[in-house]
């Protein structure tokens, strides 16, 4: 199996660690790099009113936050060892900012890559930005 670098999965690890997920008590954490190699993390955060944040929009909020626009690698980490796959909602979110070549990478706790996505094998035939008029 694939392994990323230990750098990575101590920075998913703290996410993980730091997620409030006082609800679901499912607590994910996500880290979205860019071509230039920039890295950002995110975890979720859970409201009593169950409409809280996933791991990977507060990554892509602090993403877009730096003024980087174009996603290269998505890491995905769950409380488990078992697959956990970013949500529907989070799908359109990295659509919006990958590219055909962008990697979605699902993690264990170790660093293994437990499977590898590209964006048509996670949303396919996806609704982009390029299926809107143009202004």
Do not use: W
């Not at 996505?117 to 930005?129: I, K, N, Q, R, V």
């Amino acid at each position: 199996m694939t392994q990323v670098n230990q750098a990575l999965v101590d920075t998913l690890l703290n996410a993980l660690n730091n997620a409030y997920a006082p609800y679901s008590h499912h607590p994910v954490a996500a880290v979205m790099e860019c071509s230039d190699g920039q890295q950002f993390a995110g975890t979720n955060v859970e409201v009593a009113h169950y409409k809280g944040l996933c791991a990977e929009g507060s990554a892509i909020a602090a993403m877009i936050t730096a003024g980087q626009r174009e996603l290269a690698k998505v890491y995905v980490m769950g409380p488990g060892e078992h697959l956990c796959t970013p949500c529907g909602d989070c799908r359109q979110r990295i659509r919006e900012f990958a590219t055909p070549d962008t990697q979605i990478m699902v993690l264990s706790h170790q660093g293994e890559v437990l499977k590898t996505y590209s964006m048509e094998t996670l949303l396919p035939d996806a609704f982009g930005p390029e299926n809107l008029p143009s202004r």
